[in-house]
């Protein structure tokens, strides 16, 4: 009969049945498949030290987490404002993609994420603790012996002392701070050690987890405990019966495998064992617990370590040397043969030793235990026929044990030590940390709207940009890489995806690539303010600096000043930028409607005993030639402009026939053409500027297509920075649409991009930028990687600095084909249709869907390919 072994848990403290005490902890995670092999090795030793400070047992837990598609889009329509303009577009949206995402579940597969835990025995690791702790009881005896005899009188065996959960704490903490600074971890919270419980019931069912809440509200729920004041010490007395009702389910164990029957649902569970490793392992190359994790199997990984001391670990393998020495020399005399197993086990005990005395480090006594588990005995099976042939592949021992399979299921339970002895396998903690644990497949967030996939197994990816900036961060992004590579369409999605579900955006768009936008994107009809100027007369002075600040005069002034520098090349050290500066404090002193015209007359003005008279007047000479000169036009009015009103939920602002610089040119080398167009684009920034600062309680985000063209004047770079620095406050995030990393203006800008997306590059040099600017190493892999990319695909790094191959998808056709800024004719666009209506009726052939199950329509045909 077994019976529950936990008593009772609180913070990430779990106190068992037998008197122990267990710390939980959650490993963070790091990317692995990026490293090079210099720095998998320097993991490697991370791991290793991490694994040798285990104090005396642990249990590590690999968990596989599905995605839950339905709990996601439920949490994140239920965060739509409903009085938002856009909310029933928006639902209608997401009830879409997720229907979406649901199809290409059955058809491929539920996509797994690993979270692992590390559950350390808390326990005095040295004889001064423990003669601390004898000397604290006596002395509590010495002091009143009735009481101390008292109180362990009326205390029941799982009744806990207040002092000893305080220096179980402090044992914990200890180790905590010296682990952390080996790998990173965090420490759980009841909620989630009730999740590890809850879930074993769950496995395979592809359901939520259901979990006890304190009320309505969903307040964290914790185990009941009475705490009682016995003469001055306070004792914790455990309600039992409430962490017994978090193992729900009637559990029953049939030949190798284990059911449990819970809501009308049965999982079906079955435990593998790996009793031996091969002596030689690649490493890298042969991660033989991280491999698991690529399999979408949901296969679950649980290891048992019990640490023996360096020292008590020579001594045991000195006398497994004297068991086999014995052997070798009976067989000798014999004239037998030797034995091949017995010349391995000679090998692998010196190898252990030798290991061991470099090292310092102790034996783990470990079991290697794997829980598939599937709603079906079918798909069980099958599970179990592919994990063991992957592993008997690498020439491990793997078996499937018939009597003890209710065991192993305990042995599962977090906290819960080595219930069977006949699986341990005496491992170095380089051998166990060479399989790999702690490392993540995870990329983007766990909320905000769907983007795309990652990795071969196409796990979706989510992403809220918004989400930085509640987190004291920057929430600045950056795409880099060649032409036509599906930057600009990617860039326009996630400026979609903000303003659909209830934000702002605004973008610049110097090459003119969105002007029928208004027309085209139904879903943000009568939504979309497009302002395009061009040399017409109509436009005359509509990007006169005090017609952009019409309201604030400081500002205006600075923006003319810069203007004037920029268009006509005035060095600081001037006559020409004295007399300007002169002219724009007499237009802040004056009374008259400010203006670029105004600021001519001001300079025109100078006394002819002034020494800048002569400068004053030659400025104003050719600001009055600019007023009429094409483009240049746009920028000198008289003051009776009307501003340019930027307040819709997607506002695009372009300027016609701008000759763009190419980015290789040098700034002193740009005709005059492009210098007018830089300058252009330097005032028409300026109301990002002034979106930013609008206060909403929603987020709002800024694109700068073509961005490195502003990185290149001084007005730009303080606006970047301006934005970059100032934007989590202002609750803004800017996307900058760009080629290289050395269009990055300044350091300090560089240091604001929290996300980062490189797409394919042709140039060996930039490869190495963008793989330095990551914080990747740069390896001969890790070029290919980016070199070869495809179309709509990036190494993406997250918020939490992770990175992976994002495949971005922009899932609806008619958005596909607003963004497309490929040229193609209409038979081509319907065969491309076609075909892809072929493609994913015959996927879903083979995976014996119903067809009929399916609604193809003209609007829901959904393309993963980005154009």
Known sequence: MYTCPIDYFTDNLIFNQDESCWAVYKLKGYDFDFLSNEAKIGMLHKVTRMLSGIMSEAQILIVPMVQDIDEHFKRFKENLNKNDILYQTA???????????????????????????????????????IAAKLKEKFDFFIKNPMN???VMMNTDKKDILQS?????????????????????????????????????????????VKLFYQNEKKESWEPEALQEDLNGELIVKPTKRDIVRLFSGAIRSQERIVTVDTDHQISYQTFLVITNIPDVLDYPGCEWLYMLQQYNMQAEICIHIKAIEYRSGLKKLDLKRREINSQLEHITEASADIPEELLESKEYLDAMESEIKDSRCPILNTTVKICLAADNKDRLEEK?????????DLNFVIERPISDQIKLYFQFIPSVGTLIKDFVMPLTPMTLASGVIGATHELGDNEGPYIGTTGEEEKQVFLNLGRACLLNKSASSIFLGNLGVGKSFNTNLLVLLNVLYGGYGLIFDPKGERSHWKDELKILEGLITIVTLSSESEFKGKLDPYNVYKDDISSANELAINLLTELFQIKPTSDEYTAI????????????????????????????????????????????????????????GDGSEEAINLDNRLNILQIQNLKLPSPEVKKEDYSSEEKLSTVLMMVISHFAKKFALVKRPVFKIIEFDEAWMLGKTQEGVKLYDFLTRTGRSLYTGCVFNSHSVLDIPTEGIKNTLSYKFCFQTNNDNEAKRMLEFMGMEDTMENRS???????????????????????FDAVFQDIIDVFSTTPTTEQEDATEIQEDEIDLRDRIRESNTEIDDILFSEIDIYQKEVV
């Open 91 to 129: 639902i209608e949206q997401a009830e879409k993609t997720q229907d979406y995402l649901k199809k290409s579940i059955q058809i491929n597969g539920a996509v797994n994420e690993y979270r692992t835990y590390l559950i350390i025995k808390i326990e005095e690791a040295t004889e001064f603790e």
């Open 148 to 150: 101390a005899i008292n």
């Open 164 to 208: 000893k959960v305080e220096s179980f704490i402090r044992l914990a903490e200890k180790w905590f701070i010296q682990q952390k600074q080996r790998i990173a971890m965090e420490k759980v919270k009841e909620e989630e050690i009730q999740w590890l419980i809850r879930r074993m019931a769950y496995r395979g069912l592809n359901k939520p």
């Open 384 to 392: 179990v026929d592919e994990i063991r042939n992957f592993y008997e």
């Open 581 to 636: 500066l002169e002219a724009v404090r007499r237009i802040e002193e004056g009374s008259e409607v400010p203006s670029m015209l105004k600021l001519s007359k001001v300079l025109d003005l100078f006394e002819q005993s002034d020494t800048l008279y002569g400068t004053a007047k030659m400025l104003a000479r050719r600001i009055r030639l600019q007023q009429e000169a094409g483009m240049a036009q746009l920028l000198f």
């Open 785 to 807: 990687s980016l070199k070869s990319l495809g179309n709509g695909q990036c190494l993406f790094q997250d918020l939490s600095g992770r990175v992976g191959i994002l495949t």
